[in-house]
């Protein structure tokens, strides 16, 4: 193998150097053919270019087989006198038929140099990055999907920028300043890049394929499509290496990867749109980069007497699906692979938000109005059954050590305990509602999202019922509360004995609307807590300002899903 690397180029032997005369006969032929396709090729023959094409492979060949008729030979004196004389092939490796030198004095490969023309548009980028390598070479760094230079395919990733317009460039500084002033047209000397010719030295044949020890595919282009579930901004990335080639986009865009052979940036574009191909950071890099932690916000190390940083010993802990919640505070979801799908009807409806913002309410009124079409779960728990209850009625009750166990199994979507006797909602509970046909409709713990999430079973399509304004909550909680006919623990009743002018009357009726208050605010917080902190499992955000318009907007948007294409999750699917 080594002497066969090691072994001079043959030379190029042209087959024949009378094509013109043969052309002719071809174009003769085809002629008189009733084949359409051979009077087509005759039609294409008889292009002046074709044939100025044909008339000057035959000058060149004729030339170059002149020169293996009679190479040119180099005389050497030898000890015996004698004369040394380099065979065809030899002289033919020290020049070939285009003129170029392919061996040095010294018999090691030479570099080939190449002169790249590119016409450019003053409004559109090249499309490449550039670097200083560790030879202190500038190298083409990576090329951009789409881009003039990835359109034209006359730089690779690799290439060595010699010279602008023939000035030498050494730093990305002084490319960019030749590149800008520059008008139409830009001419690149490309040399070699020195690790790429060490690595074609390393390259071994293996059953007729070649193998250099990394992926065959390496290079070929990926097509994937993502989710994007944070924003980015370009311009305010500081590792970016160039901010006019970033993507920006926003929480939600679905983006079309097209390389990703850096580790820390990726090639993308927006899916559907006819925009340009721009880096955006790659998975691994936007973890470490959203995990890092600066050191004057880290409280996990001490620093000793002797400013020595003392470390924390690690703990093992194991994976608990209770407390799954916790274990999502660490679990960076960046991205999320989807795929485009024809119209279907999602299997569940899934109604989360804060408590008294209209959950129950609107699923509801969602049900009375096509129980045909929709459907809910009713609940399983421990608790022994009341007088004149039934099983199946408004409850599922169970043994509370067959809950537990069904528990451990994983069985339930979600449980709890309250006055000693363990609630929750049971998987198969749901399974029935789907195999009934119907939408199983659900008003769940936001933690339950997960669970629906990862599973093509369920494929729910999630609606977050955000808290309004204080008025509007104030004027929910209180159709809530006449609804039901309770009242309030702190809700001051103005036909009490005491006179309602009376200033301790006043103080109770301040202090009943303070802790309202209170819990207002409170909900309005907690619910955007939970929207930023379960935002990669939503579909939809609704403001409930008004209940009549909310139910509109759910129901127009499960109707657009049974006649518009989706983008899901692609493990709904694989």
Not at 18 to 45: G, Y
Not at 532 to 557: G, P
Request: hydrophobic letters at 35%.
């Amino acid at each position: 193998i080594q002497d066969k690397l090691e072994e001079a180029p043959a030379p190029l032997r042209p087959v024949r150097v009378d094509n013109a005369p043969l052309l002719k006969e071809v174009i003769d032929r085809c002629s008189l053919s009733r084949n359409p396709h051979a009077r087509e090729l005759a039609r294409i023959f008889r292009y002046p270019h074709f044939r100025a094409l044909i008339e000057a492979h035959d000058e060149i060949a004729e030339t170059q087989l002149e020169k293996l008729k009679h190479p040119s030979t180099s005389a050497s004196s030898s000890p015996g006198g004698q004369h040394s004389q380099h065979s065809p092939s030899s002289a033919a490796s020290e020049i070939d038929g285009s003129g170029v030198e392919l061996l040095t004095i010294n018999d090691m490969p030479g570099e080939t140099i190449k002169m790249v023309g590119i016409r450019r548009n003053p409004d559109e980028p090249l499309g490449l990055t550039v670097e200083v390598d560790e030879h202190n070479q500038l190298v083409v760094a990576r090329i951009i999907a789409g881009g003039m230079i990835d359109r034209q395919g006359l730089l690779h990733p690799g290439d060595v920028i010699l010279e602008v317009n023939g000035v030498p460039v050494t730093t990305p500084e002084e490319l960019q300043g030749e590149i800008s002033v520059a008008k139409e047209s830009v001419t690149l000397k490309i040399g070699p890049s020195l690790e790429e010719e060490m690595k074609s030295a390393r390259i071994t044949m293996a059953g007729g394929q070649v193998k250099n020890g990394r992926n065959l595919d390496s290079g070929k282009k990926l097509t994937c499509y993502m989710r994007a579930l944070f924003d980015y901004d370009p311009n305010e990335d500081n590792l970016l290496p160039c901010k006019e080639i970033g993507l920006s986009f926003l929480r939600g865009d679905i983006l079309q990867i097209i390389n990703v052979k850096d580790p820390n940036w990726w090639q993308a574009k927006h899916a559907g749109e006819d925009g340009p191909t721009g880096l955006i950071p790659s998975q691994e890099l936007e973890e470490r980069r959203q995990a890092y932690v600066p050191p004057e916000a880290d409280f996990v190390h001490k620093i000793g007497i002797c400013g020595t940083r003392i470390s924390k010993k690690k703990r093992k802990i194991l994976y608990k699906t209770k407390q799954n919640g916790e274990f999502d505070k660490a679990d960076l979801m960046l991205y999320e692979e989807v795929t485009k799908m024809p119209p279907f009807k999602r299997k569940t409806l899934v109604l989360v938000g804060v408590a008294g913002v209209g959950r129950r309410t609107l699923k509801n009124r969602l049900i009375n109005s096509d129980p045909d079409k929709f459907g809910s779960v009713l609940p399983h728990t421990s608790r022994q059954p009341r007088p004149l209850e039934e099983s199946g009625k408004a409850y599922w009750f169970s043994d509370r050590e067959e809950m537990e166990q069904e528990i451990r199994e994983n069985n339930f979507l979600e449980f709890g305990e309250h006055n000693g006797n363990l609630y929750g909602t049971h998987l198969d509970s749901v399974r029935d509602i789907i195999r009934q046909g119907k939408m199983c409709v659900l008003d769940c713990a936001p933690a339950a999202l997960k669970t629906l999430h990862n599973s093509p079973e369920f494929m729910p399509f999630v609606v977050f019922i955000a808290a309004p304004g204080m008025e509007q909550l104030k004027l929910l909680y209180s159709e809530r509360r006449s609804a039901s006919g309770s009242t309030r623990n702190l809700h001051f009743d103005r036909q009490s004995s005491i006179r309602f002018s009376s200033r301790r009357a006043k103080t109770l009726e301040s202090l009943a609307s303070l802790y309202e208050d209170d819990d207002l605010i409170s909900a309005v917080e907690e619910s955007a807590l939970l929207q930023r902190k379960y935002d990669k499992y939503l579909d939809m955000v609704i403001v409930n300002e008004d209940f009549d318009d909310t139910f509109r907007q759910v129901t127009e948007a499960l109707e657009q899903l049974s006649h518009e294409h989706q983008w899901v999750p692609v493990n709904w699917i694989y």
